[in-house]
């Protein structure tokens, strides 16, 4: 990042963008001091990619299936990226595996959000596992992204209850909700030079952080 400027992100997306959205109304109130260089979607059709143009927010498409292996297609998402220079990698609804060619060139500078309460539920289907398990509480996590799925230091979770007649979507509504507050939030604390990664762990105003920070 040059001096003076604002910390600048890349969101990538595979499908609806709700918590792009977020980060978008965000930014337009004021409340996220982050700049958004770039959308990029692995599927042309992907709904958030529309909302990113609408906000006027350069977007890329680098689609999976036009590369023989998962780190070729990581190659292509670096090169493309690099070009808008970003500080730190937003996945939001990216639903592809990430192979080190990714994460070691942004080490410590990507954020996931993965709705469940990690370290429960890695993978899919978070929300009929956590009903089929009888949990009473369900939510999301922001981590540091590592080479492990869904693995890397957690930094805030959200929780919502989780009520007697829950379908997978009704549950799933309910998180996505939770997740528009506590996404723009870690990236704030971010942005604000506040929250690193080192050492393996999540650091916020130069504490090692033992347990995420917990929102409800
Ligand atoms: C979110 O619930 C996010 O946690 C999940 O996809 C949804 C994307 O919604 N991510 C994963 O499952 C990643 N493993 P959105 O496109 O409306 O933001």
Known sequence: MAAGNKVS??????????????FIDKVASGTLDLGLAVVLSNKPGAAGLERARQAGIPVECVQHGDYPDRESFDTALVDTLDRY?????????????????????????IFNIHPSLLPKYPGLDTHQRAIDAGDQW?????????EELDGGPPIIQGRVPVLPDDTADTLAARVLAVEHRIYPEAAALFAAGRLRYRDGGAWLDGERLDQPIQYE
């Open 138 to 146: 369900a939510g999301s996590t922001v981590h540091f992204a590592t």
């Open 85 to 109: 220079v970003p500080d730190l990698i937003v996945l939001a609804g990216f639903m592809r595996i990430l192979t080190p060619v990714f994460i070691d060139h942004f080490a410590g500078r």
């Open 9 to 22: 992100a890349a969101v990538l997306i595979s499908g609806s963008g709700t918590n792009l959205q977020s």
